[in-house]
């Protein structure tokens, strides 16, 4: 799925901002679908509170040293 498909999904971003920056994706959060939870992938707690229930998981986090 895409992000253009988020028309008819729910669709929560997570990202550390460890390299990502938020303007890169300012155009889609005003989209009444979009959330964007500003978290690390690698607390647990934050995914399982976040993603009950979701049908797909896509994992882009990346930590790219040198990038
Ligand atoms: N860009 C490409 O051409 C390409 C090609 C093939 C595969 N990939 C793979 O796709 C994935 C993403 O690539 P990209 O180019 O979008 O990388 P990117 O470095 O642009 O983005 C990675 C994102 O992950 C975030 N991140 C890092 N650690 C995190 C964490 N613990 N929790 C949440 N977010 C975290 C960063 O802030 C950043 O926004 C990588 O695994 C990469 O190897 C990329």
Redo the contacts with the bound molecule.
């Keep these: 799925m895409g992000l253009r498909e988020a028309q008819e999904q729910d669709v929560v971003i ?8 938020r303007v ?1 994706i300012e155009h889609l959060l005003d989209h009444p679908r979009v959330t964007f939870i500003e ?5 647990l707690d934050l995914l399982m509170e976040t993603f009950p229930g979701a049908d797909g998981i896509f ?6 040293p040198g ?1």
């Design positions: 997570i990202d550390n901002l460890a390299t990502g920056r890169n978290g690390s992938i690698t607390d994992h882009q986090a990346a930590n790219r990038r």
